[in-house]
């Protein structure tokens, strides 16, 4: 696996692990709120005040959470050296490809010109 497959992996393992945790912790401070409103429903302006901030809290690291994932998927500064490697490498392949095309052109049209002797270079 290279550095784009892992980053890959590790940005929906993020935003799965971050989704749950606080999908679950979500859920927990409403039963709670929701046990103390009926315990004391004469508090339940100041509960659910402090629920809704509570729950802005867990929600900005859901945020959080996207953020890095869409770091890790579009910004990574890992991939960018690898995949500028690469692409030089192919680009290098294709270049040493084309002289080699080159040569045989030349000594294809040495043959056909009637020359008889075709010099071949060994590497």
């Given at each position: ?17 971050g ?5 679950l ?8 709120a ?16 402090a629920?809704i ?12 959470v ?13 991939t ?11 680009e ?16 294809l049209t040495?043959?056909?010109a ?10």
């Open positions: 696996m290279g550095v784009l497959e892992v980053s890959i992996l590790v940005a929906g393992i993020a935003m799965a692990v989704s749950l945790m606080t999908g912790a979500q859920g927990l401070s409403v039963a709670k929701m046990e103390g409103i009926s315990r004391q429903p004469e508090a339940a302006g100041k509960i659910q005040g629920l901030i509570g729950l802005a809290f867990i929600e900005s690291i859901a945020i959080y996207l953020a890095i994932a869409i770091i890790i998927l579009f910004a990574n500064p890992f960018s050296s690898t995949v500028s490697e690469q692409k030089a490498k192919s290098v392949a294709v270049l040493k490809l084309e002289i080699e095309k080159i040569n045989l052109e030349k000594e040495a043959m056909k009637g020359s008889g002797k075709v010099e071949v270079k060994k590497k």
